[in-house]
Nanobody
């Protein structure tokens, strides 16, 4: 079992910044790709950004140029730096990772952290 513990959400005014962190832990697992997704009220969960263990990144068009994803492989931790936040960024943000244990590959989710951007 892999556990993902998120932190860093909160309330911020439009134009402000927040930094989310997510630490993965799990004995015997290799953490591969990690990422962030978000879900706004009444909407489906959507991809925000992903990063491979090699550092390749992918972003949703809506956050390109404003959000930056990074990771510390030694700590199995992924970060999301969010700048120039907009009210439409308001959502619950979920950390995600793909993890391998031998031939088994599984996907894990964090509990979510609320980000609220006021206008």
């Amino acid at each position: 079992q892999v556990q993902l513990v998120e932190s860093g959400g909160g309330l911020v005014q439009a134009g402000g910044s927040l930094r989310l962190s997510c630490a993965a832990s799990g004995s015997g697992f290799t953490i591969n790709a990690m990422g962030w997704y978000r879900q706004a009220p009444g909407k489906q969960r959507e991809l925000v950004a992903t990063i491979t263990s090699g550092g390749n990144t992918n972003y949703a068009d809506s956050v390109k140029g404003r959000f930056t994803i990074a990771r510390d492989n030694a700590k199995n931790t992924v970060y999301l730096q969010m700048n120039n936040l907009k009210p439409e960024d308001t959502a619950v943000y979920y950390c995600n990772c793909n993890a391998n244990r031998g031939p088994i590959s599984l996907r894990y989710w964090g509990q979510g952290t609320q980000v609220t951007v006021s206008s």
